[in-house]
């Protein structure tokens, strides 16, 4: 049983700073990448940031610049710096893993809800 939990979530006006952290437990092995994703009002989820085990980061157009993503293979956890946050980034926030052991796999969590004020 894998389990993928968020946490860091929360209101914040615009302009201001959150954290978002992510730890992968139970059984698994050979992590490819631990991501972000987002789900806005009426939108479907998209793509925040995301980490391959090798360190090569991948991020949306509209979060460059002010998210920086980041891991602990060991812990098996991920992070969100989020900066300069704008109303547009509300949304809830889901942390997805993947890998292949030896078949794919694919888990989310069950999302954090961040929420910008103007």
């Known amino acids: 049983q894998v389990q993928v939990v968020e946490s860091g979530g929360g209101l914040v006006q615009a302009g201001g700073s959150l954290r978002l952290s992510c730890a992968v437990s139970?059984?698994?092995?050979?992590?490819?990448?631990m991501g972000w994703y987002r789900r806005g009002s009426g939108i479907q989820r998209e793509l925040v940031a995301s980490q391959r085990t090798d360190g090569t980061t991948k991020y949306a157009d509209s979060v460059k610049g002010r998210f920086t993503i980041s891991r602990d293979n060991a812990k098996n956890e991920v992070y969100l710096q989020m900066n300069s946050l704008k109303p547009e980034d509300t949304a809830i926030y889901f942390c997805?893993?993947?890998?292949?052991?030896?078949?794919?796999?694919?888990?989310w969590g069950q999302g954090t809800q961040v929420t910008v004020s103007s």
């Open positions: 997805n893993v993947d890998g292949w052991n030896p078949t794919y796999y694919d888990y």
């Open positions: 139970g059984s698994i092995a050979n992590i490819r990448d």
